[in-house]
């Protein structure tokens, strides 16, 4: 289990539709056991809501993103917005973390050692090299909330009535250029449709009303409003991150390419067919009579059994973020050195700051650690140093073939006695890689501290760690008192092979 910190923001002008992505691969890392957070800025009270019900911490987000990996513990930082610049890969490259980024095209285009562009025929399109890793690209690659995923299956158990229709119309979350209100008065104009539906903000309520007639149903943003998609005949939807929800879930819908970044999106749609379209925004509000006629014009073939959606469904199978998921354990698991290299401990230096910081604030580490708390970055600086430069401590780094998978801590005691602690790197956890670290750490140390008894402080309920100081020869002393710490000590050593 690792510690993933997904970098996006939610706000009134900017939507929410990159953190329904966020969201969606929180749901498929969380699912493969991993923790996660969102670091950002949350304004939308629809992004708020959306948080809720996924129970999704929120943190700050420091804008140097190795600060950000650090103070959170993260072995993966994922991005997903289209601010962060080319050289965020360094940064989090620094405290040696995985850096993941979705990209829509070249809106959001950076390197990372994992890229995701999940836009249709993405694949089919160049990229320029860019020293980027593993690079997923397509449709296949959609992130899915679970709540699409159930909406796909009920979607299969409800019957959809073709002689007056219901139209669903969703403009995202916040609809800052007010589509809403002109596509309401265009479905409203169609023949052959008893219910307009519109997903809104309260505040263009007015504006829709306006624009249409007094029969439009208003809702306000909601994840519920996917319950409605499993049910109406038609969503007319912005060419965003909705439409290949409803593509996953297998209701037939028409896009309009709201602003510049759908356009791309939105054509390709079109190319593959798993939608209508009704052209650009401005196009529709230039002649909202020929929008109209598209509309009506659908109806017409989903009433005749001519409907598109199975297209999308079959395109957009809702596997993307778990697909996402796999590569970044498929790339944290190639940075551990290769089964059998040596294990080696070399003392750290201040090079490692931000790179033991993180393995620290990983949470699964503050677990068991004596100070549960995350340790902040500026608190940590001048600590590192004082503890590099103080004798009476000493750090190890242990590498195997040259890829750093933990660290030993010894603390001197009294004369002849340390206290040993173990950290393992997050990304190195399950491989059987605890004992060889400790091993390099205690012969490190012993070649320059030979005789020294070693003591080991561990939580009663910490099993892993107790049963690895126990195999290595640590013995419980019951007769010391450390707190909520058992003491384990090791005495008379002779060198150890792993």
């Not at 962060?84 to 980024?101: E, I, N």
């Not at 860019?130 to 979607?155: N, T």
């Not at 007319?236 to 037939?252: D, H, K, N, Q």
Request: hydrophobic residues 45%; aromatic residues 4%; contains cysteine.
């Amino acid at each position: 289990m690792t510690h993933v910190v997904i970098r996006c923001d939610a706000t009134e002008q900017g939507g929410v539709g990159h953190l329904v992505r966020a969201i969606s691969v929180a749901g498929a890392a969380r699912n493969a056991g991993h923790t996660v957070v969102v670091a950002g800025s949350i304004s939308s009270p629809l992004a708020r809501n959306l948080l809720a019900e996924a129970g999704l911490e929120v943190v700050g987000a420091p804008s140097d993103l190795e600060v950000l990996a650090a103070e959170q513990g993260a072995s993966v930082v994922h991005i997903d917005d289209y601010a962060t610049g080319a050289d965020a890969l360094a940064s989090v490259r620094a405290s040696r973390a995985l850096m993941s980024s979705m990209e829509d095209g070249e809106f959001g285009r950076r390197p990372a050692d994992v890229v995701i562009d999940s836009t249709i025929r993405a694949e089919l399109t160049h990229r320029p090299e860019d020293g980027s890793g593993v690079v997923l690209r397509g449709i296949s690659y959609a992130p899915m909330r679970p709540q699409v995923l159930a909406a796909r299956e009920l979607r299969d158990a409800t019957d959809r009535p073709g002689a007056e229709a219901r139209v669903l119309i969703v403009m995202g979350g916040t609809d800052p250029t007010g589509a809403a209100g002109t596509l309401a008065a265009v479905c409203s104009a169609a023949d052959g449709i008893s219910q307009v539906s519109v997903v809104s903000p309260e505040r263009n309520w007015p504006a829709v009303r306006a624009a249409a007639d007094d029969g439009v149903e208003l809702i306000a943003p909601s994840p519920a409003f996917l319950d409605l998609v499993s049910s109406v005949d038609l969503v007319v939807s912005a060419a965003g991150t909705t439409a290949w929800e409803l593509a996953c879930i297998g209701a037939p819908s028409m896009l309009v390419a709201v602003v510049e970044n759908q356009r791309a999106g939105y054509e390709a749609a079109m190319a593959e067919k798993i939608a209508r379209g009704l052209g650009t925004l401005e196009e529709v509000r230039a002649d909202p009579a020929a929008a109209t006629s598209r509309v009506e014009s659908a109806l017409a073939d989903l009433r005749s059994g001519r409907s598109w959606a199975s297209v999308g469904r079959t395109a957009v199978d809702g596997l993307g973020a778990r697909r996402i998921v796999a590569a970044w354990e498929e790339s944290l698991a190639g940075r551990i050195g290769e089964n059998g290299a040596p294990t080696i401990a070399r003392r750290a230096t201040l090079a490692d700051s931000s790179l033991l910081l993180r393995w620290r604030n990983d949470p699964s580490t503050r677990e068991v650690s004596r100070s549960p708390q995350s340790i902040s970055w500026d608190g940590h600086t001048g600590w590192y140093r004082s503890l590099l430069e103080d004798p009476r401590r000493e750090l190890y780094v242990v590498e195997r073939g040259g890829a750093p998978v933990g660290t030993v801590r010894f603390d001197a005691l009294e004369a002849d006695e340390w206290e040993v602690s173990i950290t393992l790197a997050p990304e190195a956890r399950g491989g059987g890689l605890s004992r060889p670290v400790l091993t390099a750490g205690e012969s490190a140390f012993l070649e320059l501290h030979p005789g020294t008894v070693l003591v080991a402080a561990i939580l009663p309920d910490n099993l892993p760690s107790q049963r690895l100081f126990a195999r290595a020869g640590y013995q419980l002393d019951p007769t010391r008192d450390d707190g909520d710490f058992d003491v384990l000590v090791r005495r008379n050593f002779r060198r150890d092979s792993s």
